[in-house]
């Protein structure tokens, strides 16, 4: 029997962008010096895709599970769904899980921090169970998460309500942007509850002498059932893992029975350890067959709206992890396919998610010594659309590289 082909697929989150007028009217990926991805592109092949399904959300959900082979049309039920497989927080049929943040509203009423201050999490949690003492009743659980991000799980909750994520409501009345929708009672009561659990809170005490932003309330959204996705094993016939630092993609690898890898130092952050990412995506791929690696650093840069930040972010990925990674299967002379791409664009101008379509680039080798050659080709938003009027779904592209 042929030896199995090793795969790596290399993620750098929110990578693409819009021209940017601090770049000289070029994108990040246009400016930045990754000699490794442009040469992948170069000795491969690369194209425009779309990674978020028409009439989805580009969230970082949605377009991570196209990259990782799956539809998210035919299998997505919610993020908080995602979050609860992340915490290993079981869902029955009729359970409903709701993505709770702790959030600092003003006496205004307008959501002053979706993040309570960015929370630490032994602060978090605290809050957390003294609510689910308080609102103590079958078929109801507050989950204590990270930081400010929480979970809600409600038997039988209501599922077609209108939530809005907090962080898109920032300054702005919370007033306009309650729970709507049947059942939503439900929510506005345990809302109102934990303005009053909170209110004489001793860490919200101890946070306001502290000069400290409180939690004032919770704000659940999300809104997802329990989730299932073929595993990798019996889709692809593929063992590996998934190296990130954000819980939502952790929580994509539970799902598709990938073992979840930490690595020290990996924050989400532009400070991240791109190189302990890079060798333990070379490990993972020395014990197994495939490794999928998510670096957060530029998405993160995108939002806060950063361009040379984010410049250095894609440059560090590339030099870190892409570079790296590719060598080792080059080392190693065995067949491998080696696929590099981005799940969205988060443009610095917009400091936002857009659905717009995005490179993609995949390499089968060895390539012998062009590896460490100068062959360069562009991968970034200009890049053609291959032989069609509007890019193909990710999802599909991806399901076909997995199993051929
Ligand atoms: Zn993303």
Redesign the pocket.
């Known amino acids: 029997m042929q030896e199995k082909r090793k795969i790596a697929v290399l993620v750098g989150?929110?990578m693409g962008d819009d021209p940017v007028a601090a770049l000289g009217g070029k994108t990040p990926l246009q400016v930045a010096k990754m000699p490794d991805i442009r040469r992948v592109a170069a000795l491969g092949h690369v194209q425009l895709v779309q990674t978020v399904p028409d009439g989805m959300a580009p969230g970082?959900d949605v377009?991570?599970m196209g990259l990782l082979g799956y539809h998210a049309g035919e299998n997505y039920t919610g993020r908080a769904a995602i979050e609860a497989a992340g915490a290993r927080i079981p869902l029955a049929a009729d359970d409903v899980a709701y993505r709770t943040n702790l959030v600092t509203v003003g006496d205004d009423g307008t959501m002053v921090d979706y993040s309570a201050g960015d929370m630490p999490t032994e602060d978090g949690r605290a809050l957390i169970a003294s609510l689910d003492e308080a609102a103590a009743r079958e078929g109801l659980k507050f989950h204590g998460g990270v930081s400010y991000r929480h979970l809600l799980v409600l038997r039988g909750g209501p599922t077609g309500l209108v939530l809005t994520p907090p962080h898109e409501i920032s300054g702005r009345p919370v007033a306009e942007y309650l729970p709507r929708g049947e059942g939503a009672e439900r929510l506005l009561e345990l809302m109102e509850l934990s303005k009053k659990v909170f209110a004489g809170h001793p860490v919200n005490a101890a946070r306001r002498a502290a000069g400290k932003r409180p939690a004032t309330q919770i704000w659940p959204w999300g809104a997802g059932k329990a989730m299932r996705l073929q595993p990798y094993r019996e889709r692809y016939g593929l063992e590996g893992g998934v190296i990130t630092a954000v819980d939502l993609v952790r929580g994509l690898a539970e799902l598709c029975g990938l073992e979840v890898i930490r690595v020290p130092g990996a924050t989400g952050w532009i400070d991240t350890n791109y190189a302990g990412k890079g060798q333990a995506a070379i490990e993972c791929l020395g014990r197994s067959d495939f490794v999928y690696v998510h670096v957060e650093a530029p998405?993160e840069c995108g939002h806060k709206g950063m361009p040379e930040a984010k410049v250095e972010a894609i440059e560090n990925f590339s030099r870190h992890v892409v570079g790296p990674v590719w060598a080792a299967l080059e080392a190693a002379g065995k067949p491998y396919r080696l696929l590099v791409c981005t799940?969205?664009r988060?443009p610095v101008a917009k400091r936002g998610?857009t659905a717009d379509p995005v490179p993609f680039a995949w390499l089968d080798g060895p390539v012998g010594a062009a590896a460490a050659g100068s062959a360069a080709a562009a991968f970034d938003e200009s890049v053609p659309v291959s032989g069609a009027i509007k890019p193909p779904l990710a999802c599909h592209i991806v399901d076909s590289l997995l199993r051929h």
Do not use: V
Request: no cysteine.
């Open positions: 989150d929110g970082s377009a991570n998405d799940d969205h988060t998610h």
